[in-house]
């Protein structure tokens, strides 16, 4: 009867000083999941802002990431400050203020800075809005894109499995034209939503980017700073994808801050400035 084969758990023809092994310790003990850093621009969302909070801490909660939520309050007239301090008691949150309203621009400008401070290489930097539309579900797919290899990652609504509720019809217009438009003029491979702020990036390119930039990473003014944002990128040749996004417009509190007419007319400048006189790289 023949009996199995048996191993040794130790090779007595590796020898492992004890010096070996105490330099090798501190390798593994140091070593720390990715963190996920959320930035969230906000203005007057005091009543989206609690429910979005409690779901990124209710889909983060047995995550096996690390995470930092930065909220940005751009000079808000309600509670958006006093919902973010509060959630702050619960989980990890940190509430930026600017003492009077400077739009979109400048409250991403001021959340990158913060995310980047926050953030180290190897971690994943996220943008929502703070309106309760972007599902927080979704996190945990942008950023397994980045760790797969993406350097940015899109929720996207023109992906197979997208679902858009609650979005007046002069909106869904608005959007499709202008993902054909940038589609046209200044095409990504892996991109078709350019105007979606929700996003995770690589920490190393959004630094890269920032340190190249600098103030001027994010220049236009209004709701076309987000594509702006993704057209100055291109220059780093980073690789970008896109997931599926389920937009709740229906949970939305508050009134949108978007205004249809300049929106349109700043992303038309924005296209021809860049079509005809370069990305100033």
Aim: glycine share 8%; charged share 25%.
């Amino acid at each position: 009867m023949s009996t199995s084969p048996t191993f040794d758990l130790i090779r007595p023809d590796l020898d492992i000083s004890t010096e070996a092994s105490a330099a090798l310790a501190p390798t593994f003990a140091e070593a720390k999941p990715t963190k996920i850093v959320i930035m969230l621009p906000a203005y007057n969302e005091g009543e989206s802002l609690g429910p979005l909070l409690e779901g990124i801490q209710r889909d983060l909660a047995s995550s096996r990431y690390r995470y930092e939520v930065i909220v940005v309050d751009d000079g808000s007239s309600d509670d958006t400050a006093l919902v973010a301090s509060q959630a702050s008691f619960h989980m990890p949150v940190n509430c930026i203020s600017h003492k009077k309203n400077q739009g979109l621009a400048a409250a991403l400008r001021t959340g990158f800075l913060a995310a980047l401070d926050a953030a180290e290489p190897g971690d994943v930097i996220l943008t929502m809005d703070a309106d309760n539309t972007h599902p927080p579900g979704s996190i945990d797919r942008l950023v397994t894109m980045i760790r797969e290899g993406h350097d940015v990652a899109i929720a996207s609504r023109y992906q197979h499995g997208s679902r858009v509720v609650g979005v007046p019809f002069h909106r869904n217009l608005m959007s499709l034209g202008a993902r054909l438009l940038f589609k046209t003029a200044f095409p990504i491979k892996g991109v078709r939503d350019y105007t979606c702020g929700y996003r995770a990036y690589r920490y190393e390119l959004l630094r890269e980017g920032t340190d190249f930039y600098g103030k001027q990473f994010v220049s236009e003014q209004g709701f076309s700073c987000m594509v702006d944002v993704l057209l100055k990128l291109r220059r780093f040749r980073p690789i970008m994808g896109e997931a599926p996004l389920v937009l709740r417009y229906d949970q939305k509190g508050g009134v949108s801050k978007m205004r249809v007419l300049r929106t349109v007319w700043q992303t038309l400048k924005l296209i021809a400035r860049r079509r005809f006189k370069g990305t100033g790289e």
